[in-house]
């Protein structure tokens, strides 16, 4: 390969990052991009620390080791994952497809996420509403 050549295929191959990542972004709606950091999540009264940018809030309940119920494993059918977001909501995923349904309006309308829908895009804290 000559080294025109190889210059070419460097900046097509920036080119191509480039795209992509302006796609993502275009394609989220205007939510910030996926860190590639850990991001600080506080589960109030219970538990904080850094957890991998992009995963969901059960996920980071998970690692955190948060006690947050999830009887439909994830799939946003129960919300029985309900969580109260209490500062940050603009760094979590917009909410998608059923997850309004599932929470009901009054819950929608207050800000309350599925915490298996609702993907850490920056620092969030949230409290785990008492069930009982
Ligand atoms: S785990 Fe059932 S809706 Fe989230």
Redo the contacts with the bound molecule.
């Keep these: 390969m000559s080294g025109d050549q190889s210059q070419r295929g460097a900046r097509g191959s920036r080119l191509v990052a480039l795209a992509r990542r302006v796609g993502q972004r275009l394609g989220r709606g205007g939510e910030p991009p996926v860190p590639q950091g850990p991001v600080e999540v506080i589960f109030e009264g219970r538990a904080r620390g850094p957890v991998p940018g992009g995963v969901s809030l059960?996920a980071a309940a998970r690692l955190l080791e948060v006690d947050l119920?999830?009887?439909?494993?994830?799939?946003?059918?129960?919300?029985?994952?309900?969580v109260q977001v209490v500062a940050g909501r603009d760094n979590l995923s917009r909410p998608q497809g059923n997850e309004a349904m599932?929470l009901g309006d009054a819950r929608a309308r207050a800000g309350d996420r599925?915490?298996?829908?609702a993907r850490v895009l920056g620092p969030v804290t949230v409290k785990v509403p008492a069930w009982f």
């Design positions: 059960l119920s999830h009887y439909c494993g994830g799939m946003c059918s129960c919300g029985t994952c309900r599932v599925l915490a298996c829908q």
